[in-house]
């Protein structure tokens, strides 16, 4: 095989860099169509967020699309606190937890016509148990929002756990 007059006076450090040449020119052409890529495929995930924070939205909180009267008037009305109370108490039993205490705080705001019970609830168990019991409690009483969990093993081995639970109960206030 014989090589062009050009390319044999260049010789082999000539001929490396016209491959070179040749890969890099590859790499830019290539380089294009990634960023063509990535720019259909940020786009896309631009949309799917957009779409999954609608649906978090509508799914997660119905309560947000109601007008305000229509929101207060879907909270329980505050005679119902210590039935409630003891409804989230017994759910925690009901799921084998330890309960050691507990303490409450009762905050009403009469301008606004609501009130909140504050609950603070040292529990022990396996974290199963209390993933059941959070994940119920938060189903079976829409106006209950868990505000603060802390979890606490004795040591990494533990199957008990130590957890500091605070929820709020919201409601109605009885003006």
């Known amino acids: 095989m014989k090589l062009p007059v050009q390319v044999r006076r260049w010789g082999w450090p000539g001929l490396a860099g016209v491959v070179l040449l040749v890969a890099a020119a590859e790499l830019v052409l290539a380089g294009r169509q990634w960023q063509r890529e990535t720019l259909v495929l940020k786009a896309q995930a631009r ?100 505000d603060s969990l802390k979890l606490q093993r004795a040591t990494p081995q533990a199957a008990q756990l130590d957890a500091d639970l605070v929820w709020s109960l919201h409601a109605r206030s009885g003006r």
């Open 47 to 146: 949309t799917s967020i957009a779409a999954l924070k609608a649906h978090l939205v509508s799914t997660a909180a119905p309560g947000r699309n109601l007008a305000r009267g229509d929101w207060l008037a879907s909270l329980p009305a505050g005679s119902q606190r210590q039935q409630r109370l003891a409804d989230l108490l017994e759910l925690a039993l009901r799921q084998g937890l330890l309960i050691t205490r507990t303490e409450h705080r009762l905050n009403i705001d009469a301008d606004a016509g609501l009130e909140r019970l504050d609950v603070s609830m040292p529990v022990s168990g396996s974290y199963a148990q209390l993933r059941a019991f959070i994940e119920l409690a938060l189903t079976q009483d829409p106006a209950l929002s868990l």
